[in-house]
């Protein structure tokens, strides 16, 4: 256990007792999760590559008798919500509590015995970021409940609850990459996941041993049309499976691509699906790249999915441009948004000799256009959620 890790747990416990008056049963961590490739592309039946982040939710917890669950975070202020059975209703206007919430209301659809329960919850993910901190949130409440009342789940099975949480009793429509990412990835690894099939490969990405970094680059906006573009462009992308008779745009081949854009009349539909088919290949061309030994070719993909993230699926914003452009000038090999998009964060990757005049750019670049500064530090890839 890290020194961090411990030091969080010992806070996580002490909050529970000091919120509950007793002592939690257990203590769970999950962790937010940074995309290196593979973006809009898991609604789409497609392929993704995340990393989990040292950044984790953690969450202390202990069975109630009543059924009632009470949810606490250290991170925002107020009491802890309570909330009886009958009041676990998709919809309900919870802010951060639906999502947990959310999970054991999908545990109980599920057929699953799960009771009520008391927990206490404190992240280090930051939020708004695009780095899955709500999938972390949902993960760890998922895996203290599950373990609290002793069943047996497998982590796709956790992570297809809390997807469902979140699509059904939240209300956002996102796909599988972040909840498996959380509750899947595993310390030095990236994960190569077949959102379809849910194969899943951990590749070795051990980029310190090759003299490189992945920086992340958290902009520190959020632009308030997010949620309801994001449901546009995934409806643009339903659109184009059905206009191509396919049951998701995972299904057209890149050699087939010029044809079927030639059948979609629709220029914002067709950008969609151009994004998406050749988001995919970019994926197969990292994972070939990976095993090859060859981590710095990784980068131009890079930045090729961030132009087209930019302009075909239309989803970067003028900081996150900022963030790419001023990297590569700066002598990163590689840079693009991840996420969602409208905000959030980006990657870029870096000689390990370059990574500090790069950030510097980026810094500089960001005071001198009047923006926030930005936050930035190293992907290490970590572990997924477990019991501390």
């Known amino acids: 256990m890290s020194g961090d890790t411990g030091r969080h747990t010992r806070d996580v416990r002490d909050g529970f007792r000091e919120i509950y008056g007793t002592a939690p049963e257990g203590a769970w961590a999950a962790p937010g999760r940074v995309n290196l490739i593979g973006e809009h592309t898991d609604y789409n039946d ?74 206490h919850l404190t992240s280090t993910v930051p939020t708004g970021a695009g780095l899955s901190s709500s999938a972390a949130l949902e993960v760890v409440t998922g895996l203290a409940l599950t373990e609290l009342y002793g069943l047996e789940l497998s982590r796709q099975q956790l992570a297809r609850l809390c997807q469902r949480a979140e699509n059904d009793f939240v209300g956002m429509p996102c796909g599988i990459m972040d909840q498996t990412a959380s509750a899947c990835c595993t310390a030095g690894h990236v994960l190569h996941l077949d959102t379809r099939t849910q194969d899943r490969r951990q590749i070795p990405f051990d980029l310190a041993a090759e003299g490189l970094r992945l920086l992340v680059v958290d902009t520190r906006v959020k632009h308030t049309l997010a949620d ?16 191509l008779g396919v049951r998701a ?18 220029p914002g539909v067709r950008a969609c699906v151009r994004h998406v088919v050749t988001e995919n290949r ?23 999915g961030h132009a087209s993230l930019r302009d075909d699926f239309r989803v970067s914003c003028a900081e996150l441009d900022l963030v790419v452009d001023t990297a590569l000038a700066a002598g990163a090999l590689g840079a693009r948004m991840t996420g969602g998009g409208f905000g959030g964060s980006a990657v870029v990757l870096a000689e390990d000799s370059r990574s500090g005049a790069v950030g510097e750019a980026v810094t500089a670049a960001f ?15 970590s572990a997924g959620a477990r019991r501390l």
Request: hydrophobic content about 45%; proline content about 9%.
């Open 282 to 304: 970019r994926v197969e061309e990292v994972v070939a790249l990976l095993e090859q030994g060859d981590p710095r070719a990784v980068g131009p993909v890079l930045t090729a």
């Open 228 to 243: 309801g573009a994001y449901a546009e462009r995934r409806r643009a992308c339903e659109t184009g499976a059905a206009a």
């Open 46 to 119: 497609g392929f993704v590559m995340p990393l989990a982040l040292p950044h984790t939710v953690h969450a202390a917890a202990a069975r109630r008798d009543d059924g009632v669950l009470r949810l606490h975070s250290a991170d925002v202020p107020g009491a802890a919500y309570r909330l009886r059975p009958d009041e676990l209703t998709p919809g309900a206007d919870g802010g951060w509590a639906a999502y947990p919430a959310g999970v054991g209301w999908a545990l109980r659809e599920a057929g699953l015995p799960v009771g009520g329960a008391d927990v």
């Open 249 to 266: 745009l995972r299904d057209i081949p890149h050699g087939e691509l010029g044809a079927a854009l030639a059948r979609l009349p629709d």
């Open 367 to 381: 005071e001198a256009a009047g923006h926030a500064v930005p936050h930035l530090f190293e992907a290490v890839p």
